[in-house]
């Protein structure tokens, strides 16, 4: 396994190691790691949480696309009753 690789294992089971709920194989490893690759995992935790959540910019355009739909309906609203209005006229 290569350096890149490792890091990537390491950073994954991170959260639980620090829980200890890693077997005992797993933490051994984790131990013999940490030193190497703390740093990264440290400064990904303070990363992510900066981050905004993954599910944000989903709901985001959801609300975008309700507020669309709702300002569409209105204008047909108004289209239908104008027309009504004009025709009676």
């Given at each position: 396994m290569n350096h890149k690789e490792?890091?990537?294992?390491?950073?994954?089971?991170?959260?639980?190691?620090?829980?200890?709920?890693?077997?005992?194989?797993?933490?051994?490893w984790m131990r013999q790691q940490e030193p190497l690759f703390q740093k990264n995992a440290e400064g990904l935790k303070s990363?992510?949480?900066?981050?905004?959540s993954p599910g944000?910019?989903?709901?985001?355009?959801?609300?975008?696309?309700?507020v669309y739909l709702s300002a569409m309906y209105i204008c047909f609203i108004l289209l239908a009753i104008w027309m009504t209005v004009w025709f009676y006229f």
């Open positions: 490792k890091a990537s294992v390491f950073l994954d089971l991170y959260d639980l190691y620090k829980e200890g709920e890693l077997e005992d194989e797993s933490m051994e990363e992510s949480c900066s981050k905004r944000a910019e989903e709901e985001s355009q959801i609300r975008h696309m309700k």
